[in-house]
C-alpha cells in the first residue's frame, strides 16, 4: 500500500485557497458529509467565490428530500480530481432556499489530497473469465488475484498461457451500488506455478493490460480508487 499513494497536504498560511487553480467544473458531484453523521450525501459544486466561499446544491436523503444545514455547522467535503481524491473541513455560511436551493460553504485553509499512483495495485478475489486469443482457446474461469489500471494477476487450476500470449479478461467490479462488467485485452508478462498457496490456484499470470475502451477504462479506475481509499478509511 505504501507504494501506491501519497498525501499531499495544501496550506495557504493566513491566506486562503485559490480554488480556480484546482480546476474545478462547475457541476462535479461531490460528497457531503456532516459533523457527528456517518452517511454522506453527493452534492454537485456551482459557484466559487475565491475569497468567499464554494456553493453547492443541499444534500438529499435516499427519498429525495432536501436536508438543511444550520449556519456554523462543521462538514467535510470530498471530491475526486484526476487520480486524485481530495478532502476538506468547513463551516456552513449559509444555507438557502431562495432564489434557489443552495448551501454556502466557507472557503478552506487545508485541503488533503491523496494521490493514486498509476500503477496502484488492490489484492482482490474475484472470477475472471480467460480467453487466450493467441491459442484461440475456449473461455476459461480462473480467479483475479490482484488488479491495478495496467495490468492484473490470475490464477488458476491450470496452466493458461505462456509469456507473450494475448488474453482477453471479463471481470465485474461493484462501484458504490452498481456493477459493470469490464472486458479487458493484455499480453502475458509472466507465468508460472505459484510457491505457496491455498487458493487452490496453483498457476499464475501476469498481465499487462493494453490500453482499454473508455467505457471500460473509467469503471476500472474507479474500482482500483475506490477500493485503496476505503483500505485508507477515505471513503
Known sequence: MGENYKFIVHWSGEERLDFEKLGLKIGIAMQLQREGDARRYVVRLIGIEPRHGVIVTPPRDRDGKTLFLREGQNVIVRF????????????????????????????????????????ARIETDMQVTVINETTESAPIVARLADLSPIGAR?????????KGNLLSLSFTVKIAHYEYTLTIRGTVVA???????????????????????????????????????AELNFI
Open 80 to 119: 475526486a480530481m484526476l487520480n486524485s481524491v481530495m478532502a476538506f473541513e468547513t463551516k456552513v455560511l449559509e444555507d438557502k432556499v431562495k432564489p434557489y436551493p443552495h448551501v454556502h460553504l466557507a472557503i478552506p485553509k487545508e485541503i488533503e489530497s491523496i494521490e493514486v499512483r498509476r500503477a
Open 154 to 162: 490470475v490464477e488458476s487450476q491450470k496452466e493458461l498461457a505462456e
Open 191 to 229: 507465468a508460472g506455478a505459484v510457491d505457496e498457496t491455498n487458493t487452490g490456484q496453483p498457476y499464475y499470470l501476469g498481465v499487462q493490460f493494453h490500453p482499454p475502451d473508455e467505457e471500460d477504462a473509467a469503471p476500472l479506475y474507479a474500482y482500483v480508487y475506490q477500493e485503496l481509499l
